[in-house]
């Protein structure tokens, strides 16, 4: 019998980002890195949403630890990487959903900077969920012409995430850019208030007199 894996408020609410794009797009493969415990990657087998998730992260005894939680599933459904998630490379006649958190923004900036060399002419779609430097993730983005999919907040434990569903332009048509926007943020909720005025961008101060 599979067991159900139960996600915190931050990876459900990074799930049912994964959920709404596979519905829209179809992915044939899906990239948990810096997967850490792996539950969300457990989540996404446990319902079937791809062809083959793969887990990533550069700590062995993670990647041990994971396998042993697999037994339940298939081995065709997953695969299993001790790597850099810079290091990866894509096959360029499938979609890829490449889902990076729990690191911190200029973290992930050095991982799909790396990936950019040896990406090819895979279609690869991100999921960002930072831990921190939010900001500096979105600027590296829209320096490299990346699009705007979606965007929501999540809040777990009283700190707020910001999750960014993101296209590279050249395959995404007129979409909005990865800045700050007011499309998530809530005027009358103090947390996210809070959140905005954590950010030492010009663009962060700029939305909260937007929303205040």
């Known amino acids: 019998m599979i067991p159900s894996y139960r996600l915190g408020s931050r990876l459900r609410a990074v799930y049912e980002v994964v959920l709404k794009a596979q519905n829209q797009t179809a992915y044939s493969r899906i990239w948990d890195c ?5 539950y969300l990657g457990l989540k996404i087998l446990q319902n079937n949403l791809c062809e083959k998730l ?3 992260d550069q700590v062995p005894h993670i990647i041990q630890n994971l396998s042993l939680k697999l037994g339940s599933f298939c081995s065709d459904q997953y695969e299993l990487f001790t790597v850099d998630a810079g290091e990866l490379s894509f096959e360029s006649h499938q979609r890829h959903l490449v889902i990076l958190s729990g690191v911190g923004g200029e973290c992930m900036v050095d ?3 790396a990936i950019a060399g040896r990406q090819g002419d895979a279609s690869i779609d991100y999921i960002f969920c930072p831990s921190a430097s939010t900001n500096a993730l979105r600027k590296y983005l829209n320096s490299q012409n990346f699009t705007l999919l979606s965007e929501t907040i999540a809040c777990e434990k009283k700190r707020y995430y910001e999750i960014l569903l993101v296209r590279t332009k050249e395959s995404a048509g007129e979409l909005p850019d990865v800045s700050l926007t007011n499309t998530m943020w809530q005027a009358d909720n103090t947390g996210h208030q809070q959140h905005l005025a954590k950010l030492s961008c010009h663009e962060g101060k700029k939305l909260l007199a937007t929303i205040g």
Do not use: P, Q, S, Y
């Open 34 to 38: 810096c997967c850490d415990h792996g």
């Open 111 to 113: 991982i799909i900077r």
């Open 54 to 56: 793969i887990f990533v």
